[in-house]
């Protein structure tokens, strides 16, 4: 058993930025499933958004991320994440993150703010068109250097340890995680009296998705495992411009395209976003993407275009460098042509519920990003609003860990049991893990994604609750391995979706049903919450 005073399970902005405040305090782990650098923070194009210019106020931009989120958001969680916005965009550019800027009034360089859907003032910062990467690069590399981190690689979270299942005589808490080494195939026991959960999101329970290969949400389904919380799981984001192209179709389009003068277009380059909302290609995205959905299908082609090929073509080369030459390497000259777009399962607006803190209800446990559910994005999740609530949250949530409990205390001695397995053969049934993997993802496609409706829920829920049995059956008789634990996760985020959408009986923000077309504020849930 190995002893630090910080676990962090996850290497983005959430968990990379918890990790450098905590190591003035104490020794900290970053678990992390595959090399650090692949996570969803390097895979953000658009920005962060931060309130920086005199035109803009903290009240914009609370009022825009309240009207995306269609009445979910609580005002007070709002204000507080964009209010501490300033501050920990300065942090990030101290260890080292570079904006894009361009000359100020008075000749001195000043950063270059971005505008996306759904913001009425321009208060996105970027690096070109690979944000999430610079951020990435810059807070690891500073991760690295510092001597009181230590970054386990290839080490796959499996469950966390709690009093509970030690039935120790106390009140519930979160003591530590076991995990799983890959290269020596041993399950390690890691102990902590704080954990911090920031995992990512759960896209590739979808078909189609954005999102890398490593978001299969396991920080929820470990969370749901240990008694957590889970709120708001119906809300999934569905990005409106995924690029069309059977050898790219994982590639975004960011929304700061849009932001700078691209239209969506049908095939006859006809500009149809005004006949669904007065702000055309600039709505929110849960509009738009249900738009081009509805395009889609009334017109029976596979996609529709984002053309912003009316702007100078040296402005596109430097403002989108990375989609430029993404989009030649299949040849889409996006200075000429219009792109192939579609929309694909992007972000998880619910997840472990947990208060602005980052405070879960399992005491010794905080989630912070795409795994928790603060409130901040109610219902659709306002553009570039999660970078900004990874890097705020995750300040508070030391903050909180260290009222908690300092780190000065020493670790409660515990009797932590080592991993216990079933049968310990290998998998040798790989194609069972992958069929499996495939009816999920396909199912989730065709049953519970833009459009719903009640009787395909309960198609999913009953194959899904099916699924479930088989996969925990599969997982005793057989020695854990990555893809059996994504698989696992993967089975259980897919019910909690369903379930959570089962239970919302209006339309509302991301979650749309035929069978009830409609808002509801007068009877509608505001949180939708489950409970083991």
């Known amino acids: 058993m190995k002893e630090y005073d910080f676990i962090v399970i996850g290497s983005g902005i959430s968990g990379l930025s918890f990790a450098l405040r905590a190591a003035e305090h104490g020794t900290v782990a970053i678990v992390t499933k595959k090399e650090a650098a692949k996570t ?119 469950d966390l340890i709690t009093t509970a299942k030690l039935a120790i005589a106390s009140p519930p808490r979160c003591v530590g995680i076991y995990a799983l080494d890959e290269s020596s195939s041993e399950i390690l026991t890691l102990r902590s009296d704080r954990v911090l959960l920031c995992t990512g999101g759960a896209g590739r329970v979808y078909l189609y998705t954005t999102n890398p290969g490593i978001a299969t949400g396991d920080g929820v389904a470990m969370a749901w495992r240990a008694g957590c919380e889970i709120a708001n799981m119906e809300f999934v984001q569905f990005h409106p411009t995924c690029l069309y192209h059977h050898s790219l179709n994982s590639f975004l389009i960011t929304e700061a395209m849009r932001g700078e003068g691209a239209e969506l277009v049908d095939k006859e380059g ?11 290609s600039l709505a929110p995205r849960d509009i738009v993407a249900r738009a081009i959905d509805r395009e889609i299908k009334k017109t029976g082609g596979p996609c ?30 996006i200075t000429k042509d219009p792109i192939p777009v579609v929309p694909a399962a992007h972000y998880q607006c619910g997840g472990v519920k947990t208060n602005v803190n ?67 053969a290998d998998v040798d049934e790989l194609v069972v893990i992958y069929h499996n993997w495939d009816e999920i993802r396909r199912l989730m496609w065709d049953y519970v994604s833009i459009v719903r409706t009640t009787k395909r829920l ?44 089962a239970r919302r009986k209006e339309s509302r923000g991301l979650h749309f049903t035929l069978d009830h077309p409609d808002r509801n504020d007068q009877e509608c849930r505001h949180d939708t919450i489950l409970k083991m």
């Open 40 to 158: 969803n923070t390097a895979w953000a194009q658009g920005g962060i958004s931060c309130v920086r210019s005199e035109e803009d106020s903290f009240e914009k931009h609370v009022s825009d991320t309240l009207d995306a989120g269609a009445g979910l958001c609580p005002e007070d969680v709002v204000y507080k994440i964009i209010s501490n916005g300033p501050a920990a965009i300065q942090e990030l550019i101290s260890w080292g993150v570079e904006f894009d800027t361009h000359p100020g009034e008075n000749g001195e360089p000043e950063v270059a703010l971005g505008r996306e859907g759904g913001h009425t003032e321009r208060r996105i910062l970027h690096h070109k068109d690979t944000t999430g990467r610079e951020i990435e690069d810059k807070l690891l590399g500073a991760s690295r250097k510092h001597p009181n981190i230590t970054i386990l690689e290839h080490h796959f979270a499996i």
């Open 358 to 424: 980052g405070r879960t209800s399992l005491p010794g446990l905080w989630a912070v990003g795409e795994v928790a559910s603060t409130g901040l994005h109610g219902a659709n999740r306002l553009a570039s609003n999660s970078l900004l609530e990874g890097a705020v949250v995750s300040k508070l949530a030391l903050e909180d860990a260290l009222k908690t409990l300092s780190p000065a205390n020493n670790h409660e001695v515990l009797e932590i049991p080592e991993w216990e397995t079933g049968d310990v």
């Open 458 to 501: 309960q198609r999913a829920a009953t194959r899904l609750h099916n699924l479930q049995r088989e996969v925990q059956e599969f997982y005793w008789n057989f020695r854990v391995t990555t893809e059996l634990l994504e698989l696992r996760n993967l089975v259980e985020v897919a019910t909690l979706i369903v379930d959570s959408a």
């Open 270 to 280: 006809r500009r149809f976003m005004t006949e669904y909302d007065q702000r055309g």
């Open 304 to 333: 529709v275009f984002l053309d912003i090929s009316h702007k100078p073509a040296d402005y596109i080369r430097s403002r989108f460098p990375n989609i430029y030459k993404t989009c030649l390497t299949v040849d889409i000259d």
